[in-house]
């Protein structure tokens, strides 16, 4: 197999590496907040790699939603825990262990997915379509009455539905004080 | 279709920011001077000696604060996309993006009466 070197070849390259190292670092350091540091670097990999597949918006998306909020939230979470990163008693020593397991059963799957050793597979590379969405047409889309005008707007009460149940759970009792 | 070159202004800023970054760091690292001290290496608490651990636990209202941000957030991504192409699509696409934020306009004043957006 011929890989040719281009320079997009190069980007995923370096895209692919810190999404890897990335995700290394998210497992194997012991101080949860560099965990939580470490999962921003794989995440602004996987941005990278939405850019090269033609998906800017959702490179985007990874960037504000993921990066910007749900990285401040797994940090905010941590801290809310009990100083989970001054208790070393608190961690097994089974990691090694956890890891062959994990990686066995990943394997397994992912040798299932690219040859056929379990029955047949649909893991045929699809053709490339010569239809890419373009921000513009996501936005005509989600207002059009056709295709996903009704999901946009259902997407208005789960967000709402959501912003209802943090305040239930995390608000403070008034009752109480 | 996207062409790559288009990301090539975001790629420049990129690498300018990281060596940038990196290139502050690494003058003030051999031109300043590096005399420690006790005083000098404690953390700073305005001018205040440091009482008990730096990691406490947090109250839960960061979380409540976080997950409103998360909330807004992905509204403006959906706002995002429909802003590119409001000038073409006309009053129903106004009348649309009305109804969604008046459904997330009780969700906001819900957490205004609630106080979730006061700090106390």
């Known amino acids: 197999m011929n890989i040719e070197i281009t320079f997009e070849t190069i980007t995923f390259a370096i895209f692919g590496v810190l999404t890897l190292a990335g995700g290394i670092g998210v497992v194997t350091t012991r101080n949860l907040i560099h965990a939580a540091l470490y999962l921003i670097v794989s995440l602004f990999g996987v941005a990278g790699i939405f850019i090269l597949l033609a998906a800017p918006f959702l490179a985007a998306i990874q960037v504000l939603v993921y990066i910007g909020a749900i990285a401040i939230l797994i940090i905010f979470g941590v801290m809310l825990t009990r100083g989970m990163t001054h208790l070393p008693e608190r961690f097994n020593r089974q990691g090694g262990l956890a890891a062959v397991v994990v990686i066995g059963g990943f394997v397994v799957l992912l040798v299932g997915v690219i040859l056929p050793v379990w029955g047949p597979n649909g893991a045929v590379a699809a053709e490339a379509q010569p239809i890419f969405m373009t921000t513009r047409d996501l936005g005509i889309a989600l207002v059009d009455k056709e295709q996903f005008v009704l999901p946009f707007e259902v997407a208005s009460v789960l967000l709402t539905a959501a912003m209802v149940g943090a305040i239930a759970i995390a608000r403070d009792d008034e009752s109480r004080d | ?120």
Do not use: C, H, Q
């Not at chain 2, 608490?45 to 839960?60: A, C, D, F, N, W």
């Open chain 2, 1 to 120: 279709m996207v062409a790559l070159s288009e990301f090539a202004p975001i790629g420049a800023m990129l690498l300018l920011a990281i060596v940038v970054g990196l290139l502050l760091l690494f003058i003030s690292r051999i031109l300043g001077p590096n005399k420690p001290t006790e005083r000098k290496s404690a953390p700073y608490e305005s001018g205040m000696k440091p009482i008990g651990p730096g990691t406490r636990r947090l109250p839960v209202r960061f979380y409540l604060i976080a997950v409103l941000f998360i909330l807004f957030d992905i509204e403006v991504i959906f706002f995002l996309p429909w802003a590119v192409v409001f000038r073409k699509l006309g009053l129903f696409a106004l009348v649309e993006m009305f109804i969604f934020i008046i459904i997330l306009l009780v969700g906001y004043f819900y957490a205004w009466r609630k106080g979730a957006l006061e700090w106390e």
